[in-house]
């Protein structure tokens, strides 16, 4: 059964810096994997989607990469701003095809 | 496209009365989920349809519980009789296909007192 661990739960850090959150899986049979972020109250907001075949996608100050032999992903924020203050949940489609599971979220806080 | 669209956002009802959550999916998405996020078990698959029909529908917690999508652009969540423990943040979401990437809407909040 696969299951989805997401460390540090909670992460505070002053604004600007460069930081990493990180995501693990048991099975590393996945179609691909998902990173979301969740803001207070609000819906879920996708970031990125890795594929399987793919190790890491970039969207502007975001980068994501994908290790399936040793069940990992990492979220990289570059140059961190208050507005990235949200849960950040990453989530692996696995062999149902269309079930996503889900990480517990690390609530990030970025001090100005 | 303005994303996925549920209503309403907030809903606070009686033990006992009925409640429905309504969905509209992204245009030209085929695959629509409803799911449930509660502080004790996170997020949770109810339902989930492929082309209008319910694919797997293991996840609805028990018979107070259905779900349907009478065509690609709505879908219903109904709760009947709803119970305090029902209370939480619902959430629908759709993709193209099932295994691409997921767009959610904006939930809608659930408390029944």
């Keep these: 059964k696969q299951e989805v661990t997401q460390i540090p739960a909670a992460l505070s850090v002053p604004e600007g810096e460069n930081l990493v959150l990180n995501c693990s899986f048991t099975d590393s049979a996945i179609y691909n994997l998902q990173w979301f972020r969740q803001d207070p109250g609000k819906g879920l907001t996708s970031l990125l989607l890795i594929q399987s075949s793919q190790r890491e996608q970039t969207s502007g100050r975001l980068n994501a990469s994908l290790d399936k032999s040793s069940g990992r992903s990492t979220l990289y924020i570059a140059a961190s701003q208050p507005g990235d203050s949200a849960t950040y949940l990453c989530a692996v489609n696995g062999d149902s095809n269309y079930q996503l599971i889900w990480g517990a979220g690390t609530k990030l806080i970025i001090k100005p | ?113």
């Design chain 2, 1 to 113: 496209d303005a994303g996925v669209i549920q209503s309403p956002r907030h809903e606070v009802t009686e033990m006992g009365q009925e409640v429905t959550l309504r969905c509209k999916p992204i245009s030209g998405h085929n695959s629509l989920f409803w799911y449930r996020q509660t502080m004790m078990r996170g997020l949770e698959l109810l339902i989930y349809f492929n082309n209008n029909v319910p694919i797997d529908d293991s996840g609805m917690p028990e018979d107070r519980f259905s779900a349907k999508m009478p065509n690609a652009s709505f879908s219903t969540l109904k709760i009947q009789p709803s119970e305090p423990r029902d209370s939480a943040v619902y959430f629908c979401a759709s993709s193209m296909p099932p295994n691409t990437e997921a767009f959610f809407g904006q939930g809608t909040r659930l408390t029944v007192v």
